[in-house]
C-alpha cells in the first residue's frame, strides 16, 4: 500500500493550492493602488510600499507575499509592477528613481504617467532622459499617459519672461520630450494625453504623436488646470 500511495503526487497547499486566476486576484487585493505611484514621493526602499497613509507595519503586510516562495513573489511582482500606474515627474527628475528598480521589474512595468509642466525661467534644457532606463520601459508598455501643463498665466516676479516668451520656452522643452516618447514607444502601447485642449501644446503634441493617441481627463490634470473639485 505504502507504494502505490507514493505514486499520487501531493496536492499544493496554502496559495499554490487555489487557481492562479485567484490568487492573482489575492495580489491585486494588496498591492494595487487606485491613484498612480508618485516616484517623486517614493524614497526607495526595495520592501516599501509607496503610501503616506500606509504605515510601515501595514507597508510589511501588503508586501509579505513577495517572501514567500520564488513562484509567488513573481507572480506577485508581474501585478505590483504591471498593474500599477507609475508616474514621472520630468519637472521633479524622478525618473531616478526609476534606476534604483531592478532591471527585471522596470521591465515589468507596463503602465506609465508622464508629468511635464512649465517649471519658470529654468527649463532643464536639453533635457537629461537616461538612454538605459526610459526605452526599454517606453516599449514594454500597454498604456502610456501625458498630462503637459502650458503656461497659463504671467509671472509676477521683477523681469519676469511676458507669456508669449513663456510659451516659445515651453513648446521648445515639450517638443524633444514629446518626441522621444514617440522614438521609443511601442506600437502596442495606447496612449493618452491631457492637455486641457490648450491650442499651442495640443497642436503641438498632434505633430509630435502621429501614429495617434487619445484626449482623456485625469487627476492629474485636474489639479493643474484646476478643473472639477480643484476648480
Same mark, same amino acid.
Given at each position: ?5 507514493? &505514486? +499520487? ?5 496554502? /496559495? ?6 485567484? !490568487?492573482?486576484? *489575492?495580489? %491585486? ?60 515627474? &520630468? +519637472? ?5 528613481? /526609476? ?6 521589474? !522596470?521591465?515589468? *512595468?507596463? %503602465? ?120
Amino acid at each position: 500500500m505504502r507504494g502505490i500511495q507514493s &505514486l +499520487h503526487p501531493t496536492r499544493p497547499t496554502g /496559495l499554490l493550492g487555489i487557481p492562479l486566476e485567484i !490568487r492573482l486576484e *489575492i495580489y %491585486r487585493y494588496f498591492l494595487i493602488r487606485q491613484e498612480p505611484i508618485k516616484l517623486q514621493f517614493l524614497t526607495f526602499h526595495p520592501n516599501q510600499w509607496p503610501s503616506k497613509d500606509d504605515n510601515p507595519l501595514n507597508a510589511k503586510r501588503r508586501t509579505v507575499v513577495l517572501l514567500i516562495s520564488r513562484q509567488l513573489s513573481e507572480e506577485a511582482l508581474n501585478v505590483l509592477y504591471g498593474e500599477n500606474v507609475f508616474e514621472v515627474a &520630468l +519637472h521633479w527628475g524622478s525618473q531616478s528613481i /526609476l534606476s534604483q528598480f531592478a532591471p527585471a521589474n !522596470r521591465q515589468r *512595468i507596463r %503602465r506609465l504617467q508622464i508629468l511635464a509642466r512649465p517649471t519658470g525661467v529654468f527649463y532643464g534644457s536639453p533635457l537629461n532622459l537616461n538612454p538605459h532606463i526610459l526605452p526599454p520601459i517606453l516599449a514594454s508598455l500597454t498604456r502610456l499617459y501625458i498630462v503637459p501643463q502650458q503656461p497659463l498665466e504671467v509671472r509676477t516676479f521683477d523681469n519676469a519672461p511676458r507669456l508669449e516668451q513663456e510659451m516659445h520656452k515651453w513648446l521648445a522643452w515639450l517638443k524633444p520630450v514629446l518626441e522621444y516618447v514617440n522614438q521609443y514607444v511601442s506600437s502596442r502601447a495606447t496612449i493618452e494625453v491631457d492637455d486641457n485642449d490648450m491650442e499651442e501644446t495640443s497642436e503641438l503634441v498632434k505633430r509630435c504623436l502621429p501614429n495617434g493617441y487619445r484626449k482623456v481627463r485625469t487627476l492629474a490634470g485636474d489639479m493643474w488646470f484646476m478643473r472639477g473639485m480643484f476648480s
